[in-house]
């Protein structure tokens, strides 16, 4: 069974999970020995009260060196510079990781058998060729988010897909690009942890006590609360316009994009900002949930983008109402999907709260298809098929 350097672009506790703490997690129940390697920081650190706390918790972090939080499963936080682009940094930078790899796998007993990446950078500053496999898994276009050295990243992920063993992606335009690197390019869309939501059919889970209190009927989102992805001017019109709604914003604000506004929304009445909650807990925020949104603006980013909240909402059994993108068509059967505009949108609302929804077997049947158990399955066979080696 092969060790598994995995570099990510997110911190292990971060409250919204992504791909690489659930792909890991999966890697090592199926008997891989996994180092998770935290984000190194592909943008500069911004002024602030988020990005203060994450140095603190880094340093922290990174002096107590591979700390183990599941079997199988370490986790490692690098401490370099955040988005070092002179020669000096980026040397800095790629002395530090190769000695405390070499730290880390030499303490844990790993192997060098595969390094696992999620940072397009990964060439920039790793030495790649002494892996036995290379995996580039791109689940976004990330140069498409606010403050990141576009130029830079495209020039170097270029490199990654076409030097990797295997690529694989989370949508078709992804798909599209590196392809043209890569023939070794395979489409895996987003999923979810079924089991883990499903939780929210439970009839003994109670509700939140703070989401109990409010009135129904209540719309609730999940996720980052950031507006280069959510479309906010469409959740305004809609709280306005109808405000016998209640809307429940479930979520940090500003992730990833400071110049976030929400004055609006916090202006309204009928709308919550819960904050973040803890993955275990978001389940029973479901359950209270008449309908789930997935409003999202419409750009660059996320044209190549599935988004993550889209099964697990299924999942948790909500009628869901989305923004019409390209990567959700497929889904429209279990799904209402609207165009942006309030009007349209608010539309495919009243009709989930009068009843008019997907069965919900079939929308459980979809989110049971789509889970990180069976596409990391389906991944590790590729790779095997890709490459010979044993998965």
Not at 123 to 151: K, N
Not at 174 to 197: K, S, T
């Amino acid at each position: 069974m092969a060790d598994i350097t995995l570099l990510a672009t997110a911190d292990w506790d971060h409250p919204l999970w992504t791909n690489k703490q659930h792909v890991a997690c999966q890697l090592a129940e199926r008997g891989h020995r996994v180092l998770y390697v935290e984000s190194i920081g592909l943008r500069p650190p911004r002024p602030g009260a988020a990005d203060r706390s994450r140095l603190i918790r880094r340093l922290r972090h990174g002096l107590q060196g591979p700390r183990r939080v599941r079997p199988n499963l370490w986790v490692w936080s690098p401490l370099v510079l955040p988005a070092a682009s002179s020669p000096w940094g980026l040397r800095l930078n790629r002395l530090v990781l190769r000695l405390g790899l070499a730290a880390c796998r030499g303490l844990l007993r790993l192997r060098r058998d595969w390094l696992w990446t999620y940072n397009p950078l990964t060439l920039q500053l790793f030495d790649t060729s002494r892996h036995g496999l290379l995996i580039y898994h791109c689940v976004d276009a990330i140069q498409e988010q606010p403050g990141m050295p576009a130029r830079t990243i495209d020039l170097w992920e270029e490199r990654l897909s076409r030097a990797a063993d295997a690529v694989f992606v989370t949508s078709p335009q992804l798909l599209e690009r590196h392809r043209r690197f890569n023939p070794a390019c395979r489409f895996y869309g987003n999923v979810a942890d079924a089991d883990h939501f499903g939780r929210a059919l439970e009839a003994s889970l109670p509700e939140p006590p703070e989401l109990a209190v409010l009135p129904r009927p209540r719309l609730g989102f999940i996720g980052a609360i950031s507006g280069y992805k959510l479309d906010l001017p469409l959740l305004a019109a809609l709280a306005r316009q109808q405000p016998e709604w209640t809307l429940v914003l479930i979520g940090p604000v500003g992730e990833g994009d400071p110049e976030t506004d929400v004055s609006e929304l916090k202006g309204l009445a009928n709308v919550v900002f819960a904050g973040p909650q803890p993955y275990r807990a978001l389940p029973a925020w479901l359950k209270g949930m008449d309908v789930a949104l997935l409003p999202v603006r419409r750009n660059a980013y996320t044209r190549a983008m599935f988004p993550m909240k889209f099964f697990e909402y299924l999942a948790a059994g909500v009628p869901v109402v989305a923004t019409a993108i390209e990567t959700l068509a497929p889904h429209a059967d279990v799904a209402r999907l609207s165009p942006p505009d309030p009007a349209s949108f608010a539309a495919a609302i009243r009709r989930c709260l009068d009843g008019d929804v997907p069965p919900l077997d079939r929308r459980l049947a979809v989110a049971g298809a789509h889970t990180y158990r069976t596409r990391t399955g389906a991944m590790l066979a590729d790779v095997a098929r890709l490459t010979g080696t044993a998965a």
